[in-house]
């Protein structure tokens, strides 16, 4: 099994940045994609951004351009930079990791605890 530990969420204001890790432990192929969702309060979770194991990324329309998912295959982590963040932006982020191929669409694969980012003036 694959453990996931996200860290790096907390409480902003608009415009701010955070970057979040994600660091895992356990078996972790290094084609294995890896990405990050959100949830917020009353909401269900949805795809943040992801990337594959070559380092194809995709990402949400609501946060194209301001946010940035990158990995290291040698230390298995993954990482979220969020910019210009917005108070639509407040939710708790997971982060994921799911055998190449399939979409990210599927809420699949292993799960972190989540990490909580508050955007809010």
């Known amino acids: 099994q694959v453990q996931l530990v996200e860290s790096g969420g907390g409480s902003v204001q608009p415009g701010g940045s955070l970057r979040l890790s994600c660091a895992a432990s356990?078996?972790?192929?290094?084609?294995?994609?890896m990405g990050w969702y959100r949830q917020g309060s009353g909401k269900q979770r949805e795809l943040v951004a992801g990337?594959?194991?070559?380092?194809?990324?995709t990402y949400a329309d609501s946060v194209m351009g301001r946010f940035t998912i990158s990995r290291d295959n040698a230390k298995n982590t993954v990482y979220l930079q969020m910019n210009s963040l917005e108070p639509e932006d407040t939710a708790v982020y997971y982060c994921?990791?799911?055998?190449?191929?399939?979409?990210?669409?599927?809420?699949?694969?292993?799960w972190g605890q989540g990490t909580q980012v508050t955007v809010s003036s």
């Open positions: 994921n990791v799911r055998q190449y191929g399939i979409t990210w669409l599927s809420l699949s694969g292993s």
């Open positions: 356990g078996t972790l192929l290094s084609f294995a994609a």
């Open positions: 990337i594959t194991g070559d380092g194809a990324t």
